[in-house]
């Protein structure tokens, strides 16, 4: 009795082990694929990991140290001292709908995040007594105005907000007519790590004002997405 008991035991067993083993080779395999549709970037001691598929469009370009750029998938991890991603329209989970033109991530090696310029303080002391905009924005500096025109440019802080190095999310919004229908790219730089900056450009028909603070999280998020292993 105990020999015929022992038998289904052992078979279903066997079931288990080949079903795990079959499981294990299914993931084993399915992580070879991600790594090989990965480019891994190294700036510094951050690592990126971009889609290769972007890179076949050539809508991202690492620049090298000392000089020199990428812009294919390589078979080995790139070490680089920038990246410039043009979104595409088919990224996902993040494309050129969501996100801004253009975006620089820059590596700058330091013992700590740069120091606010006195402009910038003086910027932030400023918009202490002046009213925010229905988005939450107060205008810290204009450009030259030509007579019954707007500003050439503006710089506009969203009040009370200061990033964990201490800096405002300044927008400078470039309203220059480049060629029709064309407007010359609004920008915003930031400290987004102690030896890391980002700088991203928008037009600012594409986004308005209204969207600006959205924007400006989507943009945050997609860094921390590049940053996530895949």
Known sequence: MLGSCSAPKRNVLSLLLAASIALTMIALASSVRAAEDI??????????????????GMDVTAYLRPKGMLREPQPTAIDAAELLFSPGEDWQPYGRRELPDFIRIIYAPR?????????????IADSASLLPDNYGFVRVAVGFIKPGEGPNWEKFLYKGYLSKFGEPMVVTSDNTELSPGYRAPSIVNLTINVDMGIQYRFSNKKFPESTWWDLHQRTLAFVDYLQTRK
Do not use: C, E, S
């Open 111 to 123: 013992d700590g995040p740069p120091p606010l310029d006195a402009q910038t303080k003086k910027w």
């Open 39 to 56: 480019q891994i970037i190294n700036l510094g001691p951050h690592v990126f990991y971009v889609p290769k598929a972007w890179m076949r």
